[in-house]
Each structure stands twice: as structure tokens, then as C-alpha cells.
């Protein structure tokens, strides 16, 4: 029996399935990295590998990614790079997301049957990675993903930016309070020490408020003329919390 080569499967299958197809919808390549610009948003897709692969066994995963040029601009105060990639994106998600699969993997090896693979890809990828890319090449129809079960991947500022720009002030601002008094309610902090022979001794600081990301909420809050509203919960909060928050604000 020939030895198979996953590598060279692998990028078999990127040039043979994954990249006809977003050349056809006119993105550009750059490794395993697909962009595509429309007006003033970009779209960008990701093929990443396991950091467990070794060269009997691949596996990888599909990433989707959304980015408004204007939104990125205010938050890191600097235009696009020239090539954006999906972790650049304010909407990231994986392909399992759209498949309501949850994180779905493809695995690559002797078990394999390189063909069927390559069938399931391209089903996968012209099923639910083309639509997707077709239907939110409009962005006022990002404020969707917000209504989701399951929201994908956004930064809080992005978040907030996106709700605000495209006519969603009102929620923008009831996301910022309830971010701000979530990050009022102390919280323990979690180490783990994993041992040699397999033990993990997890232990639980007493509960804190960070204040360095309340500080952080609070300026962008007032950069934005977002009014902070304490929510009255301080009878739901450990003892510790109730009486650093009286302390702070007051009964």
C-alpha cells in the first residue's frame, strides 16, 4: 500500500475545492486566507489547521469573518491592512456555526477517503459559506446576527459600533449598561495547575471587580454620551460585592 502524503492532500484540497470557489465569487488568496472587498465592507474566509496536526493525521476548520472599514477605523484609530484576515473581522464565526454543528472539524487521514471529502467540502462550503457571504455583503443586515441564539464572535466596541451606525442607537446603549454592571458584579478568579500525573488543582480567588476594564467602559461610554445606569441588584451579589459597591456609589 502507498504511503499517503497529508500535506500535499491537504493542499490538494485547498487549490481543488476551497479556492475555485471563492475565485468565483472574486476573492483574493493569500496563503490559506480568501478576501473580498464590496463597497465598504470586506469579507474574509480562513482555512486553519490543528496546532495538534503531525503528518499521519490533519485536521482544519473553516472561518468567517465580516469587517466594516469605517467601524475599524474608530476602534483601532488606523486604516485596513491591505490584506485583512478573519481574526481582523468585527463578525467572526466558524462554517459549523451556519451548519448548526457547533465547531465542525474535518479530519484527514488514512481513514480518509480523499474523494468523498472533497465532495462534503464542496457540499459545505457552496451550501452555507456562499450564501452567507452573498446575503451579508449588506451590512444593515449584520444587526441580524444580534438576534441569534447564538451571537458570533464580536468585540463589545464592535458591537456597540455596528448597533449604533446602522440605526440601533437605543440598543447599542442597553448593551453597553448591561455590559457595564456585569463587569460591576465582583468575580472569583480561576488558576488551574495541571500535574504530572494528570491531576488539575483548580483553585478560586475571593470575588473582585476589574476595575481597570469598568474604567475602560466607563471612558467609552463617555466618549459615545452613553448614560450609565447602576442596575439595583446589590441583593443578589456576594457580601464582599455589596459592600464595594456601596463604598463606590453609595446605598
Known sequence: MTDRDFKIEFETLVKEVVTP???????????????????EIGQAFNVQQ??????????FVFNLGLIDKETYSEI??????????????????????????????????????????KE????????????????YS????????FEWKYEPLTSPIGKFLILERYGQREKAEIFWNKLYNEALTPKPSVNEIHTKNGEIIR?????????????????????????????????????????????????
Not at 50 to 59: C, G, L, V
Not at 99 to 114: H, Q
Request: net charge positive; hydrophobic share 30%; proline share 5%.
Open 120 to 135: 462534503q467540502i464542496n457540499h459545505d462550503l457552496e451550501t452555507f459559506a456562499v450564501p452567507f457571504y452573498e446575503k
Open 76 to 117: 483601532y484609530n488606523k486604516e485596513l491592512p491591505k490584506f485583512p484576515k478573519e481574526y481582523d473581522c468585527e463578525i467572526r464565526l466558524r462554517l459549523g456555526h451556519l451548519m448548526n454543528k457547533g465547531d465542525k472539524w474535518y479530519d484527514l487521514n488514512k481513514r480518509t477517503d480523499l474523494s468523498k471529502l
Open 21 to 39: 470557489i471563492f475565485q468565483r465569487l472574486g476573492f483574493k488568496k493569500n496563503g490559506n486566507n480568501f478576501y473580498r472587498e464590496i463597497n
Open 138 to 145: 449588506d451590512p444593515k443586515k449584520w444587526l441580524e446576527f
Open 203 to 251: 483553585t478560586e480567588s475571593e470575588p473582585t471587580v476589574n476595575k481597570e476594564w469598568v474604567g475602560r467602559l466607563e471612558d467609552f461610554a463617555k466618549r459615545k454620551n452613553v448614560e450609565l445606569k447602576i442596575t439595583p441588584h446589590n441583593s443578589t451579589l456576594p457580601k464582599a460585592g455589596r459592600t464595594w459597591l456601596q463604598k463606590l456609589f453609595g446605598n
Open 50 to 59: 490543528s496546532q495538534w496536526n503531525s503528518k499521519d493525521d490533519k485536521t
